[in-house]
DNA sequence: TCTGGGGTCCTAGGACCC
DNA sequence: TCTGGGGTCCTAGGACCC
């Protein structure tokens, strides 16, 4: 048997802009999404105060007002460097390290160590708040499932360790009782309300469901699930990171654009966005979607989504043939006299770099193809180094649209030289 | 007035082949 | 006029996650 720890670092981007303000600890923080659209973070104080996550910012701004609430747009870049610092501190601690998102991380614990899982767990606590000033809550038990609904319960004790161990089946068939169903890891809103209709209303009552019935109704993802909770191990920790599958670049427009020049703009920002990225993880696409929508929530005009898919005869990652072909894509799913308000690429279906396909139509020589990599490497190394947006498409403008509203922006303490903190 | 962005996996059904 | 059955591959859409 295996010993998986999940490790969750507590309202991580609220956590992240409080480092270098100390001052900001006994007050509510709360982190937006681009655009500064809705909440995407928020200090424990921030939850006491009402703030629910995923609200749009409008609608707490009554709440602002009585509350000293101390606003902040994403710094990702920030969030990012505290993340890898995180995960480097926790490597020290386990047997196998899966890092799992920007803030959560699953380890194997060492079974034969002299000290217990729960002490292991504490020091972990006390040295990603000391050498980071990042809390976490810490879940034990026998798979990612379980650990997860221990991690749960860790979260909530805000005023104890935040360390909850289920090893053993008395302590796991306690803790499924205190849970609702729709709290369980992989049980999303859909099939929570499934469940309710069927009389599944804690994480008790699946537990003691009939295998039978759920393998029928909720498929082999909703069995897996099942299984963990009886303590089975069908999640693998997966410790080197996958290459990617899709890369997508999508914005949300901060006012309604309706001319294709203005979009064409914005696709081209997002392609480039897009090809940059997967030439920094040297992966080529053999497909590309180009989407465009109007306002989903706006149920006042008409709503369209338009999306086409284009195969590349041969995969790439050529910035000049991305821009090329998603350009031509949106000519044929752009309709004039629409509000648009969101718009987005996807490259889908990567592979390494460097294998190509011999085109059967164009006699593109490997001269050619050389020509471009090289052209593309500059292209790559000068906004690295000047700055993103740097050098860019002639017809992009100069700007790079997917950087949007971003009003309470925070400084890049620590992945930028001109930012640093200073100490006075 | 203002509502994020980027991923993964599974499945049903169509296309195609023998 | 009669019009099989089974396999594989691909894709769009749905569900989930942070």
């Avoid at 309202?11 to 659209?37: H, M, W």
């Avoid at 999303?188 to 309710?196: A, D, M, P, T, V």
Wanted: contains cysteine.
């Amino acid at each position: 048997m295996k010993v998986v720890a999940l490790v969750d670092c507590n309202s991580f981007y609220a956590s992240c802009e409080t480092i270098f303000k100390p001052y900001l600890r006994n007050q509510p923080v709360v982190v937006l999404s681009n655009n500064d659209g809705c909440v995407i973070a928020r200090s424990s104080l921030a939850k006491k105060i009402g703030i629910k996550m995923g609200v749009p910012f409008f609608q707490i701004k009554q709440i602002i007002k009585k509350h000293p609430v101390q606003v902040f747009s994403s710094n990702y870049s920030l969030y990012g460097n505290i993340s890898s610092r995180v995960m480097g501190v926790l490597k020290n601690y386990c047997d196998q390290l899966e890092i799992y998102s920007v803030d959560e991380a699953f380890l194997i614990l060492n079974k034969f160590s002299q000290r217990s899982f729960y002490t292991r767990a504490q020091e972990i606590q006390r040295v990603t708040k000391k050498w980071l000033g990042v809390p976490v809550s810490i879940g034990i038990a026998k798979n990612k499932t379980l650990s997860k609904v221990a991690n749960y319960l860790a979260k909530k004790d805000e005023t104890g360790h935040q360390v909850v161990e289920l090893l053993n089946q008395k302590q796991i068939e306690i803790a499924l009782k205190v849970i609702d169903v729709g709290d369980i890891w992989g049980i999303g809103q859909r099939i929570n309300i499934f469940l309710q209709s069927q009389g599944i209303k804690s994480a008790y009552d699946l537990y003691k469901s009939d295998p039978r019935w759920i393998r029928q109704h909720l498929g082999v993802v909703g069995e897996r699930t099942y299984r963990e909770l009886h303590g089975e191990m069908c999640f693998p920790i997966i410790e080197k990171e996958q290459a990617k599958k899709q890369c997508r670049v999508s914005r949300s427009f901060e006012n309604y654009v309706c001319d294709f020049k203005n979009l064409e703009k914005r696709i081209i920002s997002y392609a480039t966005r897009a090809s940059e990225k997967i030439r920094s993880d040297k992966l080529q696409a053999k497909k590309i979607t180009v989407f465009i929508r109007t306002n989903k929530f706006n149920k006042k005009y008409n709503s369209y989504s338009g999306f086409k898919t284009y195969d590349f005869i041969s995969p790439t990652n050529d910035l000049f043939e991305i821009i090329k072909v998603a350009v031509n894509t949106l000519q044929k799913i752009y309709q004039p006299g629409i509000k648009y308000k969101k718009a987005g690429i996807l490259l889908s279906d990567l592979s390494e770099e460097g294998i190509y396909n011999k085109d059967l139509f164009f006699n593109k020589s490997e001269e050619n193809i050389l020509k471009k990599v090289r052209v593309n490497k500059v292209f790559d190394r000068l906004n690295r180094r000047y700055g993103s947006g740097t050098i860019c498409i002639a017809k992009e403008n100069y700007e790079r649209f997917y950087i949007t509203r971003r009003k309470n922006l925070s400084p890049a303490y620590t992945s930028s030289f001109n930012e640093l903190p200073s100490v006075g």
